[in-house]
Structures are given as C-alpha cells and as structure tokens.
C-alpha cells in the first residue's frame, strides 16, 4: 500500500461516504413469579402470617388467626404508625421496591439476550460481563479471554448473523478490560488480532502466528458485510491511535492509518453517493433476514463508543496529520481536503458546529503547509495568496459557528485561537508587523481563556519573535488528537 495510491483513490472517491447499518432484533417475554401451591401470605397490616390450610381447616383456622391480628392491632393503627414504629418510611419502602425490581429486570435483560451467543461461549461470556459490571476486571478478562480463544476457532456459522461482528466484539471488550487496567501493550494485540479475524476469517488460510501473518492488502475488505467494513475500519484507526501513543515505529502507524483510509475509499466507492458523513439505517421490526440487533450487541459487551460511532473525517485527518509531521506535504494536502469535504459537505446538506470548526482547523493547516519553509526573504506571492484565503475561511467559520450557538465548544474554541495564530503567520510574510502582531495577541488572549497551553506558547513566542526581529514564528497546527509539532 503506498500513499500515492491514496492520492489516485482520493480524487475518485472525494464526494462520497458511507452507511452503516443500524438494525433492530426482536423482544423477549418475562413471565411472572409463581409462589409454592402449599401456602397462602396474607398481609394485616403490623404482621404477616403464613396460614396453613390443613392445621386447623378452612374457615375455623383462618378466623382464629384473625381474631388475634385484630387483638394486637392498637386502635390508634394506621400505616403511618406502622412504618414510623418500623423506622422504614413508605417512601423508602418504594424506593426499595423499585430498584430490587429494576436490578431483577437489567439481570433477566443479560441472560435473555445471551441466547445470541452459541452455547459453548455462553457461560464464559456471561461470567465475564457479570464480573465487569461488578469492578471484578482480573475475572473478568479471565472469562472474556476463554470466551475470545474458543470464538476465534469455532466455525462462523455457529453465529447466525453477522458472525464476525459478534466474534470481534467479544475481543474489542477484553481488550477494552485490559485498556481500563492500563495494559495497553495487551490490548494493542488483541485489536490487532481482531482485526486479522475480520480480514482472514472467510480465506481458509493456514494458523499463523503474528509475526508470521501474511500481507493480505486491502481485496479482503470485499466479502465483508456493511457492519464489519466499519468495524474493521474503527479498529484500524484505532491501532493507528495506539501506535503512536506506545511510540512505535512510524512505519506501523502509518501501515494502519493507511489501512483504514482505503478500507473507507474502497467501502465509498462501491457504495451509492450519500450527502452526510454519517447516514444511520434502521431495519424495521420484522423484517426478514434484519440480522442481529446491533445496538444490544454494544451495551451487552460494553463495548467503546468508537465501536459504533463511525467518524469518517478521523482517518484521513490523522493521516494527513502524519504526513505532514515527517515533511510528506504532497501527501497530507489531499487528505486534508478529503476530510473537510467530510466535515462540511456542500448545500443543501448541513453539518453540525463541531464539524464545522473541525473542518476550519484543517483549513488552517493547509495554509500552514502552503506556507512550510518559506519566510519573508524566500515567499512565492500566489502561494501566499492561497495560504492567506485558506486562513481567512477557516477563521471566517469559526467566528461563525461561535456566534451560531450560546454553549461554548471547545474544539470551536480552539480553532479560533489557532486561526488567528495562523493568519499572523500570513500577515508577518506579507511585513504587515502591525496586523499580525495584533492577531498574535489575539490569538494569546484566547488560548489563555480555554487553558490551551500549546497556544499561549506559541503566540508568546512570536510576539517575542517579532519585537526582537528574528521572523522565527513556529507553525501551529492541529491533528487528530490535538496541536501538532511540525519536523
């Protein structure tokens, strides 16, 4: 896979994203408890009696009980009395109530929709997800780990529906366990090992080892179904986040970054033009051949918000992000304006303010690689010109979208402080000193107000920078994670 691939699929595929699905499965019944057919409660107010109907007969039995209640109960009785004398309040005892019934229902809803699973996970998974719920994590990723050993090596018929989906979501919700208890070595391998299952699983291929797994490229992503294209492009991006938090190579960052973009460009491209980012299918109830409920499949393994919801625009901004950091400019420029075409289609669709402000951000960093290794002496005008128009729109939406809401967003907020950075890195190439010294304090004034330290520095910098004469104002930029630094 190489990245002028990239740059051939993005111009075919710009304009188009993806759906995914969102599919609904049936209800289940509970039925109502029975109480032993020996034995009646009868309820009297201060006491309950358990009345046996074979120690004294029907009707003479019963009344004695009767009269004796009555004896006992003071005449001043009432139920208030009753719970006062009890130190229980009738609003506690509903309370009580309440959640004992809310706590059987949730523990009925866990072992009603087990009945997805195959029978010789079913224990093992069912252990685990009690013991997470509990906080129990060691036992939990025990039972989890026995429950994803058996699953990788049982046929995936044994699944129904949407086999490898459900395969996979019982090791995305171990190594989210192992995530939680900060081995984050361990869960990159059981993502990894994810992802091959959704890759090979229909090849027959050989057992292999992960050192000795063969390049299969990017034709696997063809028999998968619509949920686990998405799945696997949600665990490539995620292995590329991972990557670069553990600090590995490059090269493997850069392997799953690349991975996930063209799973989504293979996915566009064989799909029907849609307007969003983002377009949620739902399948009616009844349907036929409707497939597993996916939303249930989440909550049930606990499973991450990434898992199932699908932001298009990450990829590619990371990729770009990347690229840009070790000096590929050639190669961020299309994935930057691939992932505003994400971020803000055109009319008549809409996008919502976060994405709008995302989208601004990346505006301000390709007029940042526009303007990479120029300064004032060494300046192309008509490249200035494009930076400076960049600029200017990025900062134009931002201001926009600010106005457009009276909650604060904060990656709304962010993009203004950067913007106007970026814009005073245009103004200082033009000699205008004046105009990009006010937008640096600008800048500094806002990235104080939202605590963002990576833009107090920066502004302060160059303010310096510019009171000394030096015309050494560093770039500000933004990837997927936050401000980059530019190499």
Known sequence: MSAMFLTNSLKKGASHTLARPFLVAGATSIRPPRFPPRSRVSYLGVRSF????????????????????????PKNHSPEASSESRGISPYLTGLLVVGIGLTAYGLYG????????????????RSGLLAKRKGDLDIASQYLTSAWERAKSMPLDSFGDEPLFKITGIGIALAAIYEQENKPERAYQIYE??????????????????????????????????AEKMRSVALAYKLGEMAHKLQKAPEE????????????LRTVLDAPPVAAAEVVQRVNPGTANQGPNITVLVEQLGLPAWTIEHDLAAPFEALGSFYAKVGKARYALPLYLQAISILIPPPPNVSTLENRCRGAQLMGNIAELI??????????????????????????????ARKASAI????????????????AMVRELYGDVGRARA???????????????????????????????????QPLVVGAEGVDHVV
Not at 372 to 389: C, F, I, K, T, Y
């Open 371 to 400: 303007l990479r290794n120029h300064d004032r002496g060494n300046v192309n005008p008509d490249d200035l010109a494009q930076a400076e128009s960049w600029a200017r729109k990025g900062l134009e939406l931002t201001i926009s």
């Open 439 to 473: 937008l640096l304090a600008e800048s500094l004034e806002q990235s104080k107000a939202i605590d963002m330290k990576e833009g107090i520095k920066h502004a302060q910098d160059a303010l310096h920078a510019l009171d000394t004469d030096s015309s050494d104002i």
């Open 408 to 423: 604060k967003h904060d990656v709304c907020e962010e993009a203004f402080a950067i913007l106007l950075y970026n814009l």
């Open 253 to 264: 960052e850069e392997k799953w970054l690349v991975w996930s973009v063209e799973a989504i």
């Open 193 to 226: 090992d994810a992802l091959w299952q959704l890759r090979s699983a229909r090849l027959n291929l050989p057992p292999s080892t992960p050192d000795k797994r063969p390049d299969l490229g990017i034709e696997t992503f063809k028999v998968l179904s619509s």
């Open 50 to 73: 358990i009345v046996e109907p074979n120690r004294q007969g029907p009707q003479n039995g019963a009344n004695a009980d009767r009269e004796r209640a009555q004896q006992e109960i």
């Open 110 to 125: 866990l072992y009603g929709v087990m009945t997805m699973w195959p029978p010789e996970i079913r224990q093992d998974l």
